[in-house]
C-alpha cells in the first residue's frame, strides 16, 4: 500500500513540475514576455500575471480564446488566444500561478574595487 502512495506522489508532483515547465515553454514561445515581462511583472500598460488566481486566469484566457474582451486594449490578447487548447490554458496558468523567480548566478560581477592605480 505505502509503495503505490509513492508511486502515485511521485506521478503527481513529477505532473505538476512538467504542467509548470511547458506552460513557461509556452509563455517563451508565445512572446508573452514582450508585454508582460521575463519576471510576469506586467510593463507599461499590460498587467502582471505572477502568483495571480488560477481560476480568474483559466476564465481571461477562455474568454480571449471565444474572442470576447472586456475592452479595447484586451482585443489584442485574442489573435494570442485563438488558438490555445484547454490544455495550453492549464499550463499556462499552471505556470503564471506558480512562479518562481529563477536567481541566475551567472551575472556580472560588479563588485570588484580597482584601488592604487586610478584604474587604468
Keep these: 500500500m505505502r509503495f503505490l502512495l509513492v508511486v502515485f506522489l511521485t506521478f503527481v508532483f513529477a505532473n505538476a513540475s512538467s504542467s509548470y515547465n511547458l506552460g513557461k515553454k509556452l509563455y517563451l514561445e508565445r512572446g508573452c514576455f514582450s508585454c508582460h515581462g521575463m519576471k510576469l511583472e506586467g510593463m507599461h500598460m499590460y498587467p502582471r500575471l505572477a502568483n495571480r488566481a488560477q481560476g480568474f486566469l483559466t476564465y481571461k484566457l477562455k474568454r480571449f480564446r471565444d474572442k470576447k474582451s472586456?475592452?479595447?486594449?484586451?482585443?489584442?490578447?485574442?489573435?494570442?488566444?485563438?488558438?490555445?487548447?484547454?490544455?495550453?490554458?492549464?499550463?499556462?496558468?499552471?505556470?503564471?500561478?506558480?512562479?518562481?523567480?529563477?536567481?541566475?548566478g551567472d551575472r556580472y560581477d560588479d563588485s570588484f574595487q580597482v584601488q592604487g592605480d586610478g584604474g587604468s
Design 70 to 104: 472586456d475592452n479595447q486594449q484586451q482585443e489584442m490578447m485574442i489573435a494570442f488566444a485563438e488558438s490555445l487548447s484547454d490544455e495550453d490554458i492549464k499550463n499556462l496558468t499552471t505556470f503564471m500561478t506558480n512562479f518562481v523567480e529563477e536567481n541566475n
